[in-house]
């Protein structure tokens, strides 16, 4: 079964700072996907990025992005310019595609971001 | 457009009752599912529906069940609740495209007592 880490169960980040949220996945499939969500403390889960297994270059999407390195099975979360707004738990999680299209999450970063 | 909706969003149930969750998708998402967050075990996936049929379940058992209609609402029911059961149950649906991503809704708090 894949299976995904998050080893760092809380950062700080200076506003306006750039932090990496790291993430790494264990898994024998050749195609997947990697998700990064945002929890807030109100409790819904906010799409932020997507990265494909068979995707070249590294996702981006405003001021996040990601670090995709497929050999060494990492996906880390770059945030630019922190804002206060930013404070809150964060995900990652994997997909297998073409096959049971379930989400595993890793067990998550809580971001605070200090002003 | 409007979101994943989920309701209710807390409810307080007794051990031993059985309780109902719904989840409307977004318009034109096919596929939805269900997730359980707890401060012990993280995000587990519980089943996953896509035009009215289950697709993929998680390793719950068979006290938790779901549903799916023809319009793409969902329901989840937990029937004989333990205390375990409180969590935050998430739904999330899709246009069944991995790339597009899933949203999830805002949840409902569970607790059991």
């Known amino acids: 079964a894949q299976k995904i880490t998050q080893t760092q169960p809380g950062m700080f980040v200076q506003e306006k700072e750039a932090v990496t949220l790291d993430c790494t996945y264990d898994?024998?499939?050749?195609?997947?996907?990697l998700f990064w969500y945002k929890q807030p403390s109100s409790g819904e889960m906010i799409f932020l990025i997507y990265q494909g297994s068979y995707d070249e270059q590294n996702a981006t999407e405003g001021r996040y992005s990601l670090n995709f390195q497929k050999a060494r099975k990492s996906a880390n979360l770059v945030i630019s310019a922190s804002q206060l707004g930013d404070s809150a738990m964060y995900f990652c999680a994997y997909i297998r595609q073409g096959g049971s299209e379930k989400l595993v999450f890793g067990k998550g970063t809580k971001l605070t971001v200090n002003p | 457009k409007a979101g994943v909706t989920q309701t209710p969003r807390y409810l307080i149930k007794t051990r031993g009752q059985q309780v109902t969750l719904s989840c409307s998708p977004i318009?034109?998402?096919?596929?939805v599912s269900w997730y359980q967050q707890t401060p012990g075990q993280g995000l587990q996936f519980l089943f996953e529906y896509f035009s009215e049929t289950q697709r993929n379940k998680g390793n719950f058992p068979g006290r938790f069940s779901g549903r799916q209609f023809s319009n793409s609402r969902s329901e989840m029911n937990v029937s004989t609740l333990e205390l375990g059961d409180s969590a935050l149950y998430l739904c999330?649906?899709?246009?069944?495209?991995?790339?597009?991503?899933?949203?999830f809704g805002s949840g409902t708090r569970l607790t059991v007592v």
């Open positions: 318009s034109g998402h096919r596929s």
């Open positions: 898994t024998s499939d050749q195609s997947y996907g």
């Open positions: 999330a649906s899709t246009l069944d495209r991995v790339a597009h991503g899933y949203t």
